[in-house]
């Protein structure tokens, strides 16, 4: 009989020859800030022994280490948000498929990357914000009724710059066309109250302080906001409701092209497509999960229920180009 010491050795070689390492860690490269992930990946570990290492950074240096580092891969997923940096990611060859019937059945599949690429994890939606001092919900109703005369020089936005925006507008496109998203953008420009924001709290911020009645901004930033402000005069409006429905983005995770643990990586993603991390990541981020039989957290529940945009997610990624083209165009800065 083989000699177990011998044996042992013998299956290590074969493992390490084939260029897998031992399973007992997973890299993640991640755009969430620490405090958002920790949580969830330190669960992970306690229940199966699995070390999760993650380092933190923009989506776009993070992007750019994968490639660098090509087969010489320290990192085994990208975590980032928004499905425009997926598809960036996707497209610059630095993601590989997880093919999965747990990750299908947990994840719907506008939600997912019609390549496998990569899988949405938790959705927030990117909606209108409006003063409830100085408007009434029944004048608001969709995104193009804000490009109308009623609401200059009473709009808020943040910069084109973000991949937020660029998102929007490239779901605008697959539904409008160029010349009318145009039309759209321009309108909304036209009536902007003052210069464009960095960031959408700024945007709330400006709206509760009366520099402008409504705004366009995630979810979960309104999130934040009010947990620190209860009485915030600033309320969600969910639009479009009598047609396509909000427009809904996500965080999401992909394995990496030269992944040195991939199967351990596609262990851990099927977890966090799961019941119990999707509860966890949704509320902590407070996002809506993208696991739909998994019901948001109370407090994100207390912001009303809408009807979702049904075009799949990636659109955000394919049309990206277009939609900076056009803003630009349209004088959003």
Same mark, same amino acid.
């Given at each position: ?8 050795? *013998?299956?290590?070689? $074969?493992?390490?020859?084939?260029? +897998?390492?031992? !399973?007992?860690?997973?890299? +993640? ?10 949580? +969830?990946?330190? !669960? ?5 022994? @699995? ?14 280490? /994968? ?12 975590? $980032? ?12 060859? /630095? ?33 209108? *914000? &409006?003063?409830?001092?100085? @408007? ?10 804000? !490009? ?38 321009? =309108? ?27 705004? /366009?901004?995630?979810?979960? &930033? ?30 999401? /995770?992909?394995?990496?092209?030269? !992944? ?41 529940? =207390? ?31």
């Amino acid at each position: 009989m083989f000699p177990r010491k011998q044996l042992l050795a *013998a299956l290590a070689l $074969t493992v390490f020859g084939t260029g +897998v390492q031992a !399973a007992d860690e997973v890299v +993640v490269y991640s755009s969430r800030i620490d405090e958002l992930i920790k949580p +969830v990946f330190d !669960a992970y570990t306690a229940q199966t022994g @699995v070390k999760i290492k993650f380092i933190t950074d923009k989506e776009a240096p993070l992007m750019q280490r /994968i490639k660098a580092e090509g087969e010489n891969a320290t990192a085994d997923l990208l975590l $980032t948000v928004d499905a425009g940096n997926l598809w960036q990611a996707e497209q610059m060859g /630095i993601l590989q498929p997880i093919k999965s019937t747990v990750i299908d059945a947990n994840i719907p599949q506008q939600y997912r990357a019609s390549s496998h690429d990569w899988t949405g994890l938790s959705l927030r939606a990117r909606t209108i *914000a &409006y003063s409830t001092d100085r @408007v009434k919900p029944e004048e608001l109703s969709t995104y193009e009724a804000l !490009a109308d005369k009623k609401w200059e020089g009473r709009l808020c936005l943040r910069t084109a710059k973000k991949v937020y925006n660029q998102s929007l507008t490239a779901t605008l496109i697959e539904t409008h066309g160029e010349a009318k998203t145009e039309e759209i953008l321009k =309108g909304w420009v036209s009536n902007l109250s003052t210069d464009v924001f960095s960031d959408d709290v700024a945007v709330l911020e400006a709206i509760n302080a009366g520099q402008c009645d409504v705004g /366009i901004v995630n979810t979960y &930033y309104y999130g934040r906001l009010h947990k620190q402000k209860p009485d915030l005069p600033v309320k969600l409006f969910w639009p479009n409701q009598a047609d396509r429905g909000v427009h809904v983005n996500l965080s999401g /995770i992909g394995m990496t092209k030269y !992944a040195p643990h991939p199967e351990a990586a596609k262990a851990l993603v099927e977890w966090m497509t799961g019941a119990e991390a999707q509860k966890m990541f949704a509320g902590i981020n407070q996002e809506f999960p993208a696991n739909p039989k998994v019901e948001p957290s109370a407090e994100v529940a =207390g912001w009303g229920s809408f009807k979702a945009d049904s075009l799949p997610v990636e659109v955000a990624g394919k049309r990206q180009a277009e939609a900076i083209r056009l803003m630009d165009r349209a004088g959003w800065n």
